[in-house]
């Protein structure tokens, strides 16, 4: 269909020596089809391999003393972060647990599932959309840092505006090595 | 019966120009690929669902692996004046030459007192992996760490050159302990610099 033709007009007649002229169409559609696959490959590459950000705001180191906001116990659960990819969460404060600590993976079905759940609960109870779950995260020193980006990214799935980082305290590090998530 | 003849035409569409086109397209995207420099630290990125681009200029990148630190930052000015800065700072001569290198060093991870060695090194023997020790992040006594020191000479150097301020990114290992990314954070919070972003690669909703 595509040709590239050089025989030249079908030779003309006349002149003695008549050269036989074989016709030279070439098929270019491979050649197109071959510049576009190449095409779409560095269009795609260029943008695919710069890396993905992901913001952080942490609070001001100093005012953490005075920043112990007495935010509700009922909205807020605390998830801990322990080794072998697992965590630990439970609503309320460490003195006062509100549900049994429960053990979870991440992903989907793991801590997805129960905050999103949690999410609705909260919600419900306050009737007001804006007061919604708090989540404190805290990382033990037995997590690792895909850990920590696993779970600010189910934040931003679950799209809970209320987290924090912040730092695990030694009850609930008993907690941890008690259900055996601090190796 | 007679046939019908159907009279039939060529169907045959010149292509060289479509080709031609197609060559200049692929010409264009090749050369606006941006050549990747060599790590010396290579690092594997936790995935995550984000799909926000991280800005190219004014951004400094700290990469956290093997419980090492490396800081990079783009701009040939700008790493100019953090060098002169960084010299100021810890009382070190650097000569233009060696200045000059240190401006086409993109990652590097070194304490102040082996800079020097790392600049004369050429680009292949610098980027050997376990070469570089990474920046310290302890304090000395009363005196800030050396990664700290960086830090804030480059926010300083980019707000005086491009009157910005500097974002910080950090580009961890999945495999990273807590801890070490701690200290940085720390180091960052006590400089006020409370925004940054984690540097991710992609990945579904559903994985």
């Not at chain 2, 292509?15 to 630290?41: G, K, S």
């Not at chain 2, 082996?114 to 000395?140: F, W, Y």
Request: net charge positive; aromatic share 6%.
């Amino acid at each position: 269909m595509a040709e590239l033709d050089t025989s030249g007009g079908g030779g003309k007649k006349g002149g003695k020596v008549r050269t036989k002229k074989m016709s030279t169409r070439v098929d270019l559609t491979a050649m197109v089809d071959l510049a576009f696959l190449l095409i779409t490959f560095f269009m795609l590459t260029t943008t695919l391999a710069k890396p993905q950000a992901m913001d952080i705001a942490m609070p001001d180191k100093d005012k953490d003393e005075q920043q112990e906001l007495t935010i509700a116990d009922t909205r807020t659960i605390n998830i801990l972060l322990g080794s072998g990819n697992k965590l630990e969460w439970y609503m309320g404060s460490v003195d006062k647990q509100l549900t049994p600590p429960e053990i979870q993976g991440f992903g989907k079905n793991g801590i997805r599932k129960a905050l999103i759940e949690k999410s609705k609960e909260v919600v419900g109870r306050t009737g007001d959309p804006k007061k919604g779950l708090i989540v404190l995260i805290k990382p033990s020193e037995k997590s690792n840092y895909r850990n920590l980006v696993d779970i600010l990214d189910e934040m931003k799935i679950t799209n809970i505006q209320q987290y924090g980082i912040s730092e695990i305290s030694a009850p609930e590090i008993e907690l941890l090595k008690r259900d055996g998530l601090f190796k | 019966m007679p046939r019908i003849k159907i009279g039939r035409k060529s169907t045959a569409i010149d292509m060289t120009a479509m080709c031609d086109v197609a060559f200049l397209l692929l010409t264009f995207f090749i050369l606006t690929a941006t050549a990747r420099q060599p790590e010396p630290l290579p690092v594997d990125t936790p995935a995550s669902t984000v799909k926000i681009k991280l800005p190219d200029t004014d951004i400094a990148t700290l990469t956290i692996g093997q419980g090492k630190v490396f800081f990079g930052i783009p701009g040939q000015d700008i790493r100019r004046s953090l060098i002169d800065k960084m010299g100021e700072a810890y009382g070190i001569q650097f000569t233009e030459e060696e200045k000059k290198r240190f401006t086409v060093m993109e990652s590097f991870g070194v304490p102040m007192g082996n800079l020097k060695q790392i600049i004369a090194m050429k680009g292949e023997e610098r980027n050997k992996a376990g070469l570089q020790p990474g920046i310290p992040t302890d304090s000395v006594g009363v005196r800030a760490s050396e990664l700290h020191q960086w830090i804030y000479q480059a926010r300083v150097a980019t707000k005086e050159l491009h009157n910005v301020d500097m974002r910080v990114s950090i580009k961890g290992d999945s495999k990273e302990r807590y801890p070490e990314i701690q200290k940085v954070i720390s180091i960052l919070q006590d400089q006020n610099v409370n925004k940054f972003s984690l540097i991710t690669s992609l990945r579904g909703e559903d994985n």
